[in-house]
């Protein structure tokens, strides 16, 4: 089993800055993909960013103004958020999946204000 639990997430106004940070515990070996995901209300959730074996990749729509980041000390995923717009508006999630099994967290509110 693994559990993931996210944070860092608020109100913040356009153009301002937020660090997610997505805690993983459990078994986590073999986890070598982590991936932060978004879904706005109304809307399907959508890819933000990912870190496979160490590679990032990012939605062209996060391109440039957000990292995803990796602690393994700490077992914990960051996601920093730069530049941000109130497009960005939606609920985080982080997911990792080991052996082909899917986990996800609770999710972390970010809200942008024009």
């Known amino acids: 089993q693994v559990q993931l639990v996210e944070s860092g997430g608020g109100l913040v106004q356009a153009g301002g800055s937020l660090r997610l940070a997505c805690v993983v515990s459990g078994y986590t070996f073999g986890i070598n993909y982590i991936g932060w995901y978004r879904q706005a209300q109304g809307k399907q959730r959508e890819l933000v960013a990912t870190?496979?074996?160490?590679?990032?990749n990012y939605a062209d729509t996060v391109k440039g103004r957000f990292t995803i980041s990796r602690d393994g000390a700490k077992n914990t995923v960051y996601l920093q958020m730069n530049s941000l717009k109130p497009e960005d508006t939606a609920v985080y999630y982080c997911?990792?999946?080991?052996?082909?099994?899917?986990?996800w967290g609770q999710g972390t509110q970010v809200t942008v204000s024009s």
């Open positions: 870190l496979n074996s160490g590679t990032p």
């Open positions: 997911n990792v999946r080991p052996y082909g099994v899917h986990y």
